[in-house]
């Protein structure tokens, strides 16, 4: 059912932040061709609208590729700067105050693209971002799970150096066949360091998946986790651990890890008291940022203004700034929510 106009305006507005979202998957087909052009590489599409036509994905491996192959155009600190400032930029029109970016490192490793040309034109961004729109940034490196344990302490050496710059670490790409265990040395190492912990899990891959990024790598946040609840006792669990699941609606459709939105398991996740947020992923290859994904499934689960409020408070919740702008965030959501029974 449509939504009415007045409850899509609260949904605009709302302040709030995205918590899920990766760089590479924030390259708009435009953007990309007008690298490719500033860097002399050949795309093997025409046109941009031949590009966008091949975002039809079978999966997440399916899609993985095309991903993968886009991010060919990125080479100097500029690129990485004005690929980050465009996002933002979205960002800021789209009521969000926070965000916290998605790097993969390895990617560009592989390609002789040093860590410190990606982090200069980055950390010129954030700090633009923040000067012109107030919009706060941190940067989480995930590693590449299929490249192996071995890859990610090796790409970890690289973390340590721009500690101060890079807030935490994660586990993204291929889910299946790469399971959480794998990687508790890495996490262990990084969470002695003081940096913050994700994983990807329960996106493809199975409840199981999701248990052991809880109890063997002790993250602080799970991405995507819509399997967990294929196992009540663990989504109970969840629930009472406070771990936060970055929900990517939009990501799921495209990636056929949910059929239909209607069949999301997001409202029923909120009902069971989980601190669950509404995030885009991969915005420029799945059809929509957060505020289009808030709406999107808004409309199919018949969410209540209550749990807008409620998604829009655990953003920031579930957030790695300090607790003090956190409050001050939450408290600006009471009063946009207050603002608006007037
Ligand atoms: N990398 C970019 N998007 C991803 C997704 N949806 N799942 C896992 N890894 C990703
Ligand atoms: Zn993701």
Not at 171 to 183: D, K, M, V
Not at 213 to 228: A, E, M
Not at 301 to 309: E, V, Y
Request: proline residues 3%.
């Amino acid at each position: 059912m449509a939504i009415d106009k007045n409850f899509e305006q609260f949904i605009r507005e709302i302040p709030k932040a995205e918590l899920h979202v990766h760089l590479e998957g924030t390259i708009e087909a435009e953007m990309m061709f007008r690298l490719a052009q500033r860097n002399q590489i050949k795309l093997r599409f025409a046109s941009v609208s031949e590009l966008k036509q091949a975002y039809e994905f079978n999966d997440l491996r399916d899609f993985l590729i095309l991903y993968t192959e886009g991010t060919r155009v990125m080479r100097t600190a500029l690129d990485f700067y004005d690929v980050a400032m465009a996002y933002l930029k979205k960002m800021h029109e789209q009521h969000v105050l926070h965000t916290e970016i998605f790097i993969d490192f390895q990617t560009y490793l592989k390609r002789n693209i040093a860590p410190d040309i990606i982090m200069e034109g980055l950390e010129l961004a954030v700090k633009d971002a923040k000067e012109q729109w107030g919009i706060s940034v941190l940067l989480i490196l995930c590693f590449l799970r299929q490249l192996g344990p071995e890859s990610a302490l090796n790409t970890f050496q690289h973390v340590l150096r721009f500690r101060g710059q890079i807030t935490g670490i994660g586990l993204a790409s291929i889910e299946n066949g790469f399971p959480p265990e794998l990687y508790r040395q890495v996490f262990d190492l990084a969470r002695n360091e003081g940096f913050k912990l994700v994983a990807h899990a329960g996106e493809e891959g199975p409840w199981q998946y999701v248990e052991g990024s809880v109890d063997v790598l002790k993250v602080d946040r799970i991405d995507h986790g819509n399997n967990s609840c294929q196992n009540p006792e663990l989504a109970l669990r969840i629930a009472k651990m406070q771990i936060p699941l970055t929900l990517c609606p939009l990501s799921n459709i495209k990636l056929k890890n949910v059929d239909k939105l209607e069949n999301h398991s997001a409202k029923k996740m909120l009902e069971k008291g989980m601190l669950v947020t509404i995030n885009s992923d991969d915005p420029s290859y799945f059809g929509g940022y957060i505020n289009e994904n808030l709406i999107a499934i808004s409309e199919a689960l018949d969410l209540t203004k209550q749990q807008i409020i409620t998604l829009a408070k655990n953003s920031f919740k579930a957030s790695f700034i300090p607790e003090e702008r956190k409050a001050e965030l939450i408290k600006l959501v009471d009063n946009y929510a207050n603002g608006s029974n007037k």
